[in-house]
Nanobody
Framework: QVQLLESGVGLVQPGGSLRLSCAASGFPLGDYAIGWLRQSPVQEREGLSC????????IYADSVKGRFTMSRDNAKNTVFLQMNNVKPEDTAVYYC???????????????????WGQGTQVTVSS
């Protein structure tokens, strides 16, 4: 069964850090670029970042550039999103999504992914 499962600490103070994980099963993660997206009641879905299948290409939206970093461990079928210096406006449900790519490229986008996780809530509050 194909599955993407996000996990990570849900509540963090402003200026703090947390790491989200996205564990894949049922398909070869190494054949897919992975994206992170978020959505909140006050903001439409936003594509945040992506990492290519081999990890050599990463792209970040301006809203998180310099604060968020993606990495991946294909041997463990897991992708990570390190979030530093978080802000209250980072509060949202975070999703990882898989995008099949034959080349080592990725694109930040809001839709068109083949597989989606169920999402994990991140709340930034003091």
């Amino acid at each position: 069964q194909v599955q993407l499962l996000e996990s990570g600490v849900g509540l963090v103070q402003p200026g703090g850090s947390l790491r989200l994980s996205c564990a894949a099963s049922g398909f070869p993660l190494g054949d897919y670029a992975i994206g992170w997206l978020r959505q909140s009641p006050v903001q439409e879905r936003e594509g945040l970042s992506c990492i290519s299948r081999r990890g050599r290409s990463q792209i970040y939206a301006d809203s998180v550039k310099g604060r968020f970093t993606m990495s991946r461990d294909n041997a463990k079928n897991t992708v990570f999103l390190q979030m530093n210096n978080v802000k209250p406006e980072d509060t949202a449900v975070y999703y990882c999504a898989a995008d099949y790519r034959s080349a080592d490229v990725c694109y930040v986008r809001k839709e068109g992914y083949g597989y989606w996780g169920q999402g994990t809530q991140v709340t930034v509050s003091s």
